[in-house]
């Protein structure tokens, strides 16, 4: 069983920034495909962020540059800078890892953002 826990969601006004976290844990050995997505109420879940194990990553299209995801080196935890968040990002954004084919997802962790 691997196991993923979020952290960093929470309320921040339009133009600001937050950073996400997620630490998988049990089991999982060796470095996957880690990202980030996001589901706001009535929409579909759509790609934020992810890195593959070479360190590439993709973005969604509406990302323009304001995100950054990242991998902490040799540990399967990734990170999500965020800035100049709009209020329609607002969203339950979830955490992702794709072990052997297999999609792992977090919990989820709620962002908000205020106009």
């Known amino acids: 069983q691997v196991q993923l826990v979020e952290s960093g969601g929470g309320s921040v006004q339009s133009g600001g920034s937050l950073r996400l976290s997620c630490a998988a844990s049990?089991?999982?050995?060796?470095?996957?495909?880690m990202g980030w997505y996001r589901q706001a109420p009535g929409k579909q879940r759509e790609l934020v962020a992810r890195i593959l194990p070479n360190g590439s990553t993709n973005y969604g299209d509406f990302v323009k540059g304001r995100f950054t995801i990242s991998r902490e080196k040799s540990k399967p935890t990734v990170h999500l800078q965020m800035s100049s968040l709009e209020p329609e990002e607002t969203a339950v954004y979830y955490c992702?890892?794709?072990?052997?084919?297999?999609?792992?997802w977090g919990q989820g962790t709620q962002v908000t953002v205020s106009a």
């Open positions: 049990g089991r999982i050995f060796g470095i996957y495909p």
């Open positions: 992702n890892v794709n072990v052997l084919s297999r999609d792992v």
